[in-house]
C-alpha cells in the first residue's frame, strides 16, 4: 500500500481480532497522515470479512463474533467504512466502489454460501450507491405512512427480515409495512457524527419519529442502538447476536439469537398489542393474536424437527420471496 497497491485482507469474522492491534497502528498512521499537507493520499486498506457469525453452525460458538465492528466504529471517522451487502450483487457494487476509494479502511461483512439474489446488478449499483434505502417490492405502504418498519443489515438479517415480512403481508394485509435496507452501516450516523450520516430530517423520512422499527442487524444490537441513539424518535428495536451459539442448523443460530423471521414476527405481534392497539383495524388486532401463537408453535416444530433430523424444515431451507403482487418471484 506504501507503494500505491490496494490492500485486500480476508478473514474469518471471528478471527481478524488477532490483528486488532496493526488495524489501530494503521488507522492512527493514516489519521497523521492526513494532516501533513504535503502528504499523497494513500490507497485504501480493504477488509472483507467472510465465514462470518451466521454461518459457523458446523464450527460451533468459538467461531461466533461479529464484535469488530463495534470496534472499527470507534475509529476516526473521515477514516472508517462498513459495508454490509445483503446479496452477491451489492457485494460487487460495493467492493467496486471500496477499491476505488482512497485513504480510506473499509471493512465489508459478507458470507459466502448460497444465497438469494435480491436485486439486479443495476439495482444494486443504485442501492450500494445511496447506502440505504426502502426496498419497494418488500413493502406496502406505497405514499401511505407505514404502521410498522422492518429494516435489516447484512445478507442473513436481511433474509430473515424479508422472510418475516413475507408472513406479515399475507396473515395480516391491512397492517402498512416499509422495509428498509442498510448496505453502508454509517448511514445511521448522524451527519455530525459521520461524514456519510443522514440528516435528521433525511433519517426521519424513512424511519419515521414514532411509528415501530424492528432492525435485524449482523452484529451485536447495541452497535445500532449507539449509532441512532442521538436521533430524535426513540422507536428502534434492535435484533442481532446475542452471544447464543453452539454447532447446530444455520436457521438455529437465528433462532438461538431471536433473529429469526419467527421471533421477528412475534416482535411485530408485540408492537400491535402495546403501541399500535389503538391504531388499528379489529381485524389486524385479533388477527396478530392468532399469529403470534401460530409463530410459537412454528419454532417448537423448529426445534423438534432439527433434533429429529438434523437439518432445518424446507419451509425454512427451501424459502422464496412469493407475495403475488410483487416483482421478486
Not at 261 to 287: G, M, P, W
Request: aromatic letters at 8%.
Amino acid at each position: 500500500m506504501s507503494i500505491g497497491g490496494h490492500g485486500l485482507i480476508n478473514s474469518y469474522e471471528a478471527f481478524i481480532h488477532i490483528i486488532t492491534s496493526m488495524f489501530n497502528q494503521h488507522c492512527k498512521w493514516m489519521k497523521m497522515c492526513q494532516e501533513i499537507s504535503w502528504r499523497n493520499n494513500l490507497p485504501s486498506l480493504n477488509i472483507l470479512l467472510s465465514s462470518h457469525v451466521w454461518r459457523q453452525d458446523h464450527n460451533g460458538f468459538t467461531h461466533q463474533d461479529p464484535g469488530f465492528l463495534g470496534h472499527v466504529v470507534s475509529k476516526k471517522p473521515t477514516i472508517i467504512r462498513i459495508y454490509l451487502p445483503p446479496d452477491a450483487n451489492c457485494l460487487l457494487s460495493t467492493f467496486h466502489h471500496c477499491l476505488s476509494t482512497e485513504h480510506k479502511i473499509n471493512v465489508v461483512v459478507c458470507g459466502k454460501h448460497e444465497a438469494p439474489q435480491w436485486l439486479s446488478l443495476q439495482e444494486a449499483h443504485t442501492h450500494c450507491a445511496t447506502g440505504i434505502g426502502i426496498w419497494p417490492w418488500a413493502s406496502n405502504d406505497k405514499g401511505r405512512e407505514p404502521d410498522i418498519i422492518m429494516a435489516s443489515a447484512g445478507d442473513v438479517p436481511t433474509l430473515e427480515a424479508l422472510a418475516a415480512t413475507s408472513i406479515l403481508r399475507k396473515k395480516l394485509p391491512r397492517l402498512i409495512i416499509r422495509f428498509v435496507n442498510v448496505v453502508n452501516l454509517m448511514k445511521l450516523c448522524p451527519r455530525s457524527a459521520h461524514p456519510h450520516g443522514l440528516s435528521d430530517n433525511h433519517f426521519d423520512s424513512i424511519f419515521t419519529t414514532k411509528k415501530p422499527v424492528i432492525f435485524a442487524f449482523h452484529g451485536v444490537p447495541h452497535l445500532v442502538e449507539k449509532l441512532v441513539y442521538k436521533r430524535r424518535g426513540r422507536n428502534f428495536y434492535v435484533k442481532g447476536y446475542e452471544e447464543q451459539g453452539s454447532i447446530s442448523t444455520a436457521f438455529d443460530m437465528t433462532v438461538m439469537n431471536k433473529m429469526d423471521r419467527f421471533h421477528l414476527v412475534i416482535d411485530v405481534c408485540n408492537k400491535i398489542e402495546h403501541q399500535l392497539f389503538d391504531k388499528l383495524s379489529n381485524e389486524t388486532k385479533y388477527a396478530a393474536v392468532y399469529l403470534r401463537q401460530e409463530m410459537e408453535s412454528m419454532l417448537l416444530m423448529h426445534k423438534k424437527i432439527i433434533d429429529t433430523n438434523g437439518v432445518d424444515m424446507e419451509e425454512i431451507s427451501g424459502w422464496k420471496w412469493d407475495i403475488e403482487d410483487s416483482k421478486k418471484k
